[in-house]
């Protein structure tokens, strides 16, 4: 049994997750594989909590291991199924009774879930159209098909009324033929029509390794096409690999490959900052950026506390709101972890590093350096010769940062005066960006 520290400590990490996913939308691309699992009941419970806790969540499912179970592996072109007339009658019957089940094991799963007295509600449909991969060199790919139009606005309507939508890889065109869709693709087609949060492909294969085959968790664009061409991976990640790219060149916000077969994955991927599969984003996860107005209620909870210790100079949300201009924010995952501020004075070449906090649990792992090293270059490039710092307790931490210890009196007129003002006797330091 999980102790009552580990507990808290992982509700404390999981809380600004689940804030952050409420209303947004995440496309599972799941595998036949995984749905064939043992561990498939547990994935359901967990789809089925995200969907209580107000997660719009879209399942797209695979049938490549069902038809291989019925001794139809049939032939493949560049991964890609060849579908023939008998294989597509067998995946029309496989996406039935694989719907069902998936109904029944989110139905289960809902049981569990703090809204199990509402029913969840599973919305499927024609919300795919599809036309012909046709002849690809030479090869005719039969009743393989790919996405033509996904009906956003019938998808909306159903994630809307708290509708889990769930679409298999099957597709219908205009002269009514009905297509076996890829699943990779289609689902990747459906979270950039959707602009979805995130894309989590979950397969039998942990993420993207590295040469040690150790899985390499977070993973720029770039980064992972560098991965790539440095080593080899599993065929299934070289083929989603470039559609992940495609969909955070699109705007989807993250695309995570995940290991499906493993119990928990869903949620330890989501809920916790390290995760336990590969995760890509467009850029790095770390950044730091000037803060809007809309960090503000975050930047209070980071200052609060520190401000209670007597840590940090009291600053209130019109004080916030005032100077928001001032403010940096480190972020990681899209969550903000730092801030600092770099306070210039009127007439004076000098500017001031202040209200620099780290939140409690990313401490120790830089950032601290990074927002300094940040605000001295910011400060550098508009003139700033010297960087103030003034603290109570965070002395050492200057020092070994390069900062000299100083008089009051070399503070800008308008800083001495607040400085006298507010008895906190704050120790002065200086640096020269020279
Ligand atoms: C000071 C602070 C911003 C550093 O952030 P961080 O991300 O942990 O910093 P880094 O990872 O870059 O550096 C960590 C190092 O700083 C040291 N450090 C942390 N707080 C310190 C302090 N008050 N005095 C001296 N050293 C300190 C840590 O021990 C660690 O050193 P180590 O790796 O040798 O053990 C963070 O500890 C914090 O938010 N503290 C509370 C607010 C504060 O004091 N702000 C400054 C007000 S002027």
Redesign the pocket.
């Known amino acids: 049994m999980m102790s009552h520290s580990s507990f808290v400590k992982a509700f404390r990490e999981a809380a600004p997750y689940i804030h952050y996913l409420h209303g947004k939308t995440i496309v599972l691309a799941v595998s036949s594989h995984v749905l064939r699992s043992e561990c498939f009941p547990s994935l359901a419970r967990d789809i089925a909590l995200l969907n209580s806790l107000g997660v719009r969540m879209v399942i797209v499912h695979g049938v490549r291991a069902f038809l291989e179970e019925y001794g139809m592996a049939g032939e493949y072109w560049h991964g890609h199924r060849i579908t023939d007339k008998q294989s597509m009658s067998e995946i029309k019957r496989i996406c039935g009774s694989v719907r069902l089940d998936i109904e029944a094991a989110l139905g289960m799963g809902f049981l569990h879930t703090p809204a199990h007295t509402a029913k969840l509600s599973v919305a499927g449909g024609n919300f795919i159209s599809a036309q012909p991969l046709g002849v690809l060199e030479g090869v005719d790919m039969q009743l393989t098909g790919q996405v033509r139009k996904i009906d956003v606005e019938a998808i909306t309507r159903s994630l809307n009324h708290n509708q889990l939508v769930l679409i298999s890889p099957v597709g219908h065109s205009l002269g009514g033929i009905t297509y076996n869709l890829p699943l990779p693709e289609t689902a990747t087609a459906v979270a950039l029509a959707l602009h979805a949060e995130k894309l989590v492909f979950l397969s039998q294969s942990s993420g993207i390794c590295d040469a040690d085959g150790k899985v390499l968790l977070n993973l720029s664009h770039t980064d992972a096409q560098k991965i790539l061409q440095q080593y080899p991976q599993h065929e299934a990640i070289e083929r989603i690999v470039p559609l992940a790219q495609e969909a955070l060149k699109g705007g989807v916000h993250r695309v995570q490959i995940i290991n499906g077969t493993q119990d928990g994955s869903l949620l330890d991927e989501l809920f916790t900052r390290s995760g336990v599969g590969t995760a890509l984003a467009y850029s790095s996860f770390m950044q730091i950026r000037k803060a809007l107005a809309s960090d503000i209620p975050e930047l209070m909870r980071l200052i609060e506390p ?1 401000v209670r210790e007597g ?2 100079l009291p600053r209130n949300k019109d004080d916030l709101e005032k100077h928001i201009q001032d403010f940096f924010v480190a972020e990681y995952d899209d969550l903000i972890v ?1 801030c ?1 501020a770099l306070k210039t004075f009127e007439n004076s070449k000098m500017g001031e ?8 649990n ?11 090293e940040y605000i001295e270059d910011y400060a550098q490039k508009h003139g700033i010769t010297h960087l103030l ?10 020092i ?1 940062r390069g900062f000299d210890t100083a008089e009051a009196s070399i503070l800008p007129q308008e800083r001495l005066l607040q400085y006298q003002d507010n008895k906190r006797n ?1 120790k002065v330091f200086v640096k020269s960006l020279a």
């Open positions: 520190l840590i940090l730092g600092a590093i202040s209200c620099l906090a780290v939140s409690p990313m401490r120790r792992h830089g950032y601290g350096d990074l927002l300094l710092a003034l603290t109570t307790r965070t002395a050492d931490w200057f070994e704050s």
